[in-house]
């Protein structure tokens, strides 16, 4: 199937791309920066809607993934938020119900959960599912919960199924902060793009027709770790990865940030058949293996 990538030239693009072509589909990339590649390019921009609608043409599913996102929120203003990421996804959409395709994955993000992720009461860990509510408290989370919605909508009016992955961190980093950053709602890109794939294909065999759903690297803590995690994280993730204080120390990290939140993942499991294949644990083992690694800061993340 033709499979039209919005955003393409970035991370998630670029990771999804091949996995697409892997899996017998033919990608279809759009993007307003341009990409070198042996697929099939648009140049356009999801702010013009008659861009999208070219793009969108003979494609029959869609992986919506342009915006601006939470580490731009320093140096761009509300309204290109909202041309973007807003305006951009009701294109998208319109393009897409215009065409008829077969259904539509969203690019939503943790930051949905906004003020849910600080509301617990002291020592308590904020263990944020998908029910929980959502209440952004920036403009990017706002938009993205307002791109949900919009999913949701045109569900309704047009019959378009889809679903909303609600990634954690995926931004490029040096090895020793990505796997650092993975106890503090991190994902490593490749599975960001395994969670798309799995959410694509359930969508066309028509096992889900909404469904909005966290995409972290899987961690082990239970509500009962709060006060552990917030006072003394490398007891806690000791405890549940045997040898790591010791690992972590010798790598010059002498104390980790409190552990303030994690994102369950069964959700995603039961409904999607998708689980991340990197974690922590896995790091580690990667660490272990690399004994130049020196944490350039503790703690090393954030
Ligand atoms: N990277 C993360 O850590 C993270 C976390 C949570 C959610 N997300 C979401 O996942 C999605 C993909 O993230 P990413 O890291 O791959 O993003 P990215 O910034 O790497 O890529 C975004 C792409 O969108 C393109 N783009 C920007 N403006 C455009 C326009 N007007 N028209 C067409 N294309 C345009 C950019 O050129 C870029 O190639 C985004 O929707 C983001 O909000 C990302």
Not at 180 to 193: C, E, K, N, S, T
Not at 221 to 240: H, K, S, T, W
Not at 241 to 270: H, K, N, S, W
Not at 294 to 300: L, N, V, Y
Request: hydrophobic letters at 40%; glycine letters at 12%; aromatic letters at 8%.
């Amino acid at each position: 199937m033709r499979v039209l990538i919005t955003g393409a030239s970035g991370t998630l693009g670029r990771a999804l791309a091949p996995m697409l072509a892997e899996a017998g589909h033919e990608p279809v990339l759009f993007d307003i920066r341009p990409l070198e590649t042996r697929h099939r390019f648009v140049a356009g921009d999801v702010r013009r809607l008659e861009d999208v609608r070219r793009a969108v043409a003979g494609t029959g599913f869609v992986v919506h993934t342009a915006a601006i996102h939470g580490i731009h929120l320093k140096d761009h203003t509300p309204q290109q938020f909202h041309d973007l990421n807003l305006t951009g996804t009701f294109n998208t959409w319109e393009a897409a119900a215009g065409a008829g395709v077969e259904g539509l994955v969203f690019s939503s993000t943790m930051g949905v959960y906004g003020a849910s992720r600080t509301l617990q009461g002291d020592g308590a860990v904020a263990v944020l599912r998908e029910d929980t509510p959502l209440l952004p408290n920036d403009v990017y989370g706002y938009t993205k919960v307002a791109g949900e919605e919009m999913c949701r909508y045109h569900g309704r009016k047009h019959g378009i199924p889809s679903v909303a992955l609600r990634y954690g961190m995926f931004v490029p980093e040096p090895f020793f902060r990505e796997g650092i950053r993975l106890l503090y709602g991190g994902v490593d890109a490749l599975d960001v793009a395994r969670s798309v794939m799995a959410a694509m294909d359930a969508l066309l065999a028509g096992t889900i027709r909404w469904g909005a759903f966290n995409i972290e690297s899987p961690l082990p803590f239970a509500e009962a770790d709060g006060p552990g995690l917030r006072r003394d994280p490398i007891r806690v993730v000791d405890a549940y990865y045997p040898g790591a204080g010791d690992l972590l120390r010798g790598c010059g990290v002498e104390q980790l940030a409190p552990i303030t939140e994690y994102f369950p993942m069964q959700r995603a499991e039961a409904e999607l058949g998708f689980r991340p294949e990197r974690d922590f644990g896995g790091w580690l083992e990667e660490l272990r293996a690399r004994p130049e690694e020196r944490a350039e800061t503790s703690p090393p993340w954030p």
